[in-house]
């Protein structure tokens, strides 16, 4: 997660860098191709630029605008086949949370849920979880909204109490 720009009137976040994509696969391109030029190895040359490719094919930029100005969200994914924009009203986001999503084999991953008055969700997603709490907390300053987990906990503590 990188913080590109954060003012009184804009919160922009970024969670990938295209560089970082490279730096990835760029060793599997060098590889294959090697393999394809200097061993004259056409398949296995092939394979590493596929996997290299498939790789590729999975970055996604993901870059969310939130302007008090304007009062709205804007979402931009960005990835080599893919070019996707989405806006939506801040005033419509009625919680942030952080979500865990467990697989069959005990892996979890995690994400920043935006919780809309209408029940939608929107999911943002990062690659760690220390990211994604640095994430779920600076969106919740930003535009102004409380952990509802501490509010349940608040307002079951006053029940208890009374």
Same mark, same amino acid.
């Given at each position: 997660m990188k913080i590109l720009k954060q003012t009184p009137?804009?919160? =922009? +976040?970024?969670?990938?860098? $295209? /560089?970082?994509?490279?730096?990835?696969?760029?060793?599997?391109?060098? *590889?294959?191709?090697?393999?394809?030029i200097l061993a004259s190895n056409w398949i296995g040359g092939g394979i590493f630029l596929l996997f290299s490719l498939s790789l590729l094919d999975g970055a996604i930029e993901e870059t969310?605008?939130?302007?008090?100005?304007?009062?709205?969200? =804007? +979402?931009?994914?960005?990835? $080599? /086949?893919l070019h996707d924009?989405?806006?939506?009203?801040?005033?419509? *986001?009625?919680a942030v949370e952080l979500e865990e999503v467990g697989?069959?084999?005990?892996?979890?991953?995690?994400?920043?849920?935006?919780?809309?008055?209408g029940g939608d969700i929107i999911c943002l997603r990062s690659y760690s979880l220390t990211e994604q709490y640095k994430m779920a907390d600076l969106i919740r300053s930003y535009i102004s909204i409380r952990d509802n987990r501490t509010l349940s906990n608040v307002f079951a503590l006053q029940v208890r109490e009374s």
């Open positions: 009137n804009e919160l =922009t +976040i970024q969670t990938s860098s $295209v /560089w970082d994509v490279w730096l990835l696969i760029s060793p599997f391109i060098v *590889i294959g191709l090697l393999q394809i969310y605008i939130f302007d008090k100005t304007f009062s709205k969200m =804007t +979402i931009k994914r960005r990835g $080599v /086949w924009v989405a806006e939506c009203s801040t005033h419509e *986001i009625s697989d069959s084999e005990g892996n979890s991953s995690y994400y920043v849920d935006l919780w809309m008055f």
